[in-house]
């Protein structure tokens, strides 16, 4: 019985993960989303003197679960805060300078300086609260 409950388990984590991997944000570009980059990070971060920056990846569930909170964050604070988000797993250089250890972290980064964080999942008040605290 219990192979059999791991063998779906199993079944479920891998149909999850990859429904969630063929819908990346990148594929999305109608997105004010600001896809953050080792390249850009910086310019960015002289740009908007307030960044939501999520780390995150696609095979990631909790990372899933979060990204239609970061989508409609992004909306909603268009033109006033810039809302980013960085594939954990294609920036390296920029995960290592944070010290990701888990995922999803978010970072709130006023005049360059990280000033908020939150790791894990949680819902889009907590993190409008944090912009809001930092606006």
């Not at 891998?14 to 063929?22: M, P, S």
Request: proline share 4%; net charge neutral.
């Amino acid at each position: 019985m219990k192979k059999l409950l791991s063998v779906l388990a199993l079944i479920l984590a891998v149909t999850f993960t990859t429904q969630a991997y063929a819908s990346t944000p990148e594929s999305n570009e109608q997105s004010a989303v600001i896809k953050v980059t080792n390249d850009n990070y910086q310019a960015l971060t002289k740009q908007h003197e307030l960044l939501m920056l999520d780390f995150w990846a696609p095979w990631c569930p909790p990372c899933r679960a979060l990204g239609p909170h970061i989508e409609a964050l992004a909306t909603e604070y268009a033109g006033k805060v810039a809302i980013g988000k960085c594939n954990v797993d294609e920036n390296a250089e920029l995960t290592n300078k944070f010290g990701i250890s888990g995922i999803p972290a978010i970072f709130i980064i006023k005049n360059g300086k990280v000033v908020d964080q939150q790791v894990g999942y949680c819902e889009k008040e907590v993190l409008k609260a944090k912009i809001e605290k930092w606006r």
